[in-house]
């Protein structure tokens, strides 16, 4: 299982101060070093953690695989296609959210995701969507060309009783069947922490889990390179 850290919460205690510590290349370097596959990072619109001069300096700096997380819109598109990540994650933006809250609604906004999905896959970058666990917007997602999804997890992670977890866990395991089957490599993250990540990890079909806000936590208390190795070890 490939891990993918999430490495905007460093830059969201940055921007805290507005300074120049701690810096999330600094931090990604740490995370290699403590065994992440691949470094992520959602650049937002308003630039409201990470910014372009991370995202330069990632590109050159990391050694394993850089996940772009990024509305689709033009102007994101022009970043994605001047620093080129491995892989560009299609997400949804809204201004006044907290963090990511649903997946992308790939069924309504097809052919406008389509055409950001050729550009980038015309520049070598891998297009992956991040979609709900749902058939119709997995569906979606191959017809637009995607070649990835990533499915969104916050609902199994918010369930809170048994029957609900289950029913929500049901849903990923069936979104990831449908996705590979549909030859798109699967990918899955939101709100996976140490306590909730195993059933996740044990989905065949998942080959890989973006995980940010619980290893960067628990990075306070046990540094970084051990939070992510901790991580690692569970996910097998
Ligand atoms: N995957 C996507 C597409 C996300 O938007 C986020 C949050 O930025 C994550 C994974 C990581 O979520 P968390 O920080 O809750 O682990």
């Given at each position: 299982m490939r891990l993918g850290?999430?490495?905007?919460?460093?830059?969201?205690?940055?921007?805290?101060?507005?300074?120049?510590?701690?810096?999330?290349?600094?931090?990604?370097?740490?995370?290699?070093?403590?065994?992440?596959?691949?470094?992520?990072?959602?650049?937002?619109?308003?630039?409201?953690?990470?910014n372009d001069r991370d995202l330069e300096l990632l590109r050159k700096t990391v050694n394993g695989t850089l996940n772009l997380e990024m509305a689709a819109v033009q102007t994101m598109l022009n970043l994605a296609l001047q620093h080129r990540p491995d892989t560009a994650t299609l997400v949804p933006e809204r201004r006044e959210e907290l963090t990511t809250e649903g997946g992308l609604d790939v069924v309504t906004n097809r052919e406008e995701i389509r055409k950001v999905a050729r550009s980038l896959r015309d520049a070598s970058v891998e297009v992956s969507l991040f979609v709900d666990p749902d058939l119709e917007?997995?569906?979606?997602?191959?017809?637009?060309?995607?070649?990835?999804?990533?499915?969104?997890?916050?609902?199994?992670?918010?369930?809170?009783?048994?029957?609900?977890?289950?029913?929500?866990?049901?849903?990923?395991?069936?979104?990831?069947?449908?996705?590979?089957?549909?030859?798109?490599?699967?990918?899955?993250?939101?709100?996976?922490?140490?306590?909730?990540?195993?059933?996740?990890?044990?989905?065949?079909?998942?080959?890989?889990?973006?995980?940010?806000?619980?290893?960067?936590?628990?990075?306070?208390l046990t540094g970084l390179e051990r939070a992510v190795r901790d991580m690692k070890d569970l996910i097998g």
């Open positions: 850290v999430n490495i905007d919460h460093v830059a969201t205690l940055r921007q805290a101060r507005k300074g120049r510590y701690p810096d999330p290349v600094a931090a990604a370097a740490l995370a290699e070093l403590g065994g992440a596959d691949q470094i992520t990072l959602h650049v937002r619109e308003d630039r409201r953690h990470v917007q997995i569906k979606a997602s191959h017809r637009a060309e995607a070649q990835a999804v990533e499915l969104h997890t916050g609902r199994y992670c918010e369930a809170r009783t048994q029957r609900d977890r289950a029913r929500e866990l049901a849903r990923v395991v069936e979104g990831a069947k449908a996705a590979a089957k549909l030859g798109l490599r699967v990918a899955a993250g939101h709100g996976l922490d140490y306590w909730n990540v195993k059933p996740v990890a044990e989905i065949a079909e998942i080959t890989e889990l973006n995980i940010g806000y619980a290893i960067v936590c628990r990075a306070l």
